[in-house]
């Protein structure tokens, strides 16, 4: 029985980890904000214990890591102005990583990034020693997150591995929700790869990484079939039966008041390699491509039926 703790544990793929490993019989330290809530109650009587914290004040992480032997940091931020981009990834992994040295018992320290720092290579695919290019905000901040870590990992051999995720679905967050909610937009002319991970793969991954990834290593966690926007979300349309999507200019998106690091992830093309990642966990994906999910969800003979 191993120790985790998960920085995130509220989250969608945290609360999905945490029940993961109490299932398998682990404890686990859930981080969170706000202890009241739903699922960190849920998790709670399944076990887990809750840390109230907040990984942009070290004040509330004393202690946190004592007698854990993995850390996942799975925390994100949805706000983009005011610092708090760089407050959450880049501080809170700086104020995590301390803790964790303070502990002594870590053995193990991954934190999901995402595909930011690649910035927009096109059509190529991309392994993990692509040069950094960001272009937007996120992806500046993605990388100064990374270079702190990595930089405890070199300078300390503190055990960092870190992910670089593509787009995280599964139940509840769902392209094929999005497309029949209309929440599904085209910025461009859509023929930018988009990298997706199913997150029952994703967490057979976490799950695997302490003991099998290599520390001091980045990883591109993808499926082995990016594809393009506009075949994904025509490919959904034509199952549900409506008509091929639209497209909007990016100047459009602007004029709405998108933001522009917004704007610029939903038009980056990103085609990750998953080679590194699928050769050290020797892993076969559950859902290879977006259209495993498809024909799970959205069979050809359901959608036929739709489109009558
Ligand atoms: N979703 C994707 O498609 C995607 C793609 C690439 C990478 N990633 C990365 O994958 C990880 C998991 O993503 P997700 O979709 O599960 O995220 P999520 O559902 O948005 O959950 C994020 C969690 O982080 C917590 N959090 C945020 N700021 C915090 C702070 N300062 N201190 C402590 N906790 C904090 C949130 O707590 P509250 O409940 O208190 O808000 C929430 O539980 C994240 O690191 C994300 O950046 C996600």
């Known amino acids: 029985m191993a120790y985790y703790l998960i920085a995130g544990a509220s989250g ?3 609360s999905r980890l945490a029940e993961r490993l109490l299932t398998a019989g682990h404890r686990v330290r859930g981080l969170v ?33 004592e007698s854990v032997s993995a850390v996942y940091n799975l925390t994100s931020c949805l706000v983009i102005k005011n610092g708090s981009l760089r407050h959450t990834f880049v501080d809170g992994n700086q104020h995590l990583i301390a803790a964790c040295s ?14 930011a720092a690649y910035g927009n290579p096109g059509a190529t695919l991309v392994g993990e020693d692509h040069p950094i290019a960001p272009t937007h905000a996120l992806g500046t901040v993605m990388v100064a997150a990374e270079q702190t870590i990595m930089q405890a990992a070199r300078e300390h051999r503190f055990p960092a591995i870190i992910l670089r995720c593509g787009s995280i679905y ?27 991970i199913h997150v029952d793969d994703l967490i057979n991954m976490l799950v695997a990484l302490p003991s099998e990834g290599q520390p001091g290593a980045i990883y591109n966690v993808g499926d082995d079939q990016p594809m393009r926007l506009i075949e994904l979300l025509s490919e959904v349309r ?27 992830m939903l038009t980056a093309s990103v085609r990750l390699d998953n080679r590194r990642l699928k050769h ?3 892993l076969t994906l559950r859902y290879p491509s977006l259209r495993t999910w498809l024909d799970e969800r959205l069979p050809t003979e359901t959608a036929i039926s739709v489109g009558v």
């Open 238 to 264: 034509q199952r549900l039966g409506m008509v091929p999507p639209r497209t909007f200019s990016p100047a459009s998106a602007l004029a709405a008041g998108l933001d522009p690091a917004i704007i610029g």
């Open 170 to 196: 599964g139940p509840g967050r769902d392209p094929i929700d999005a497309v029949a909610q209309g929440v599904a937009t085209i910025y461009g002319d859509g023929r930018n790869f988009v990298s997706h």
């Open 12 to 14: 969608y793929v945290g």
């Open 280 to 282: 050290d966990l020797h």
């Open 102 to 115: 303070r502990a002594r018992s870590v053995r193990a320290y991954l934190f999901t990034s995402n595909v």
């Open 33 to 65: 904000r706000n202890p009241d809530t739903p699922t960190v109650e849920r998790l709670a009587a399944r076990g887990m214990s809750v840390w109230t914290g907040d990984l942009t004040r070290p004040d509330t992480l004393v202690g946190v890591a």
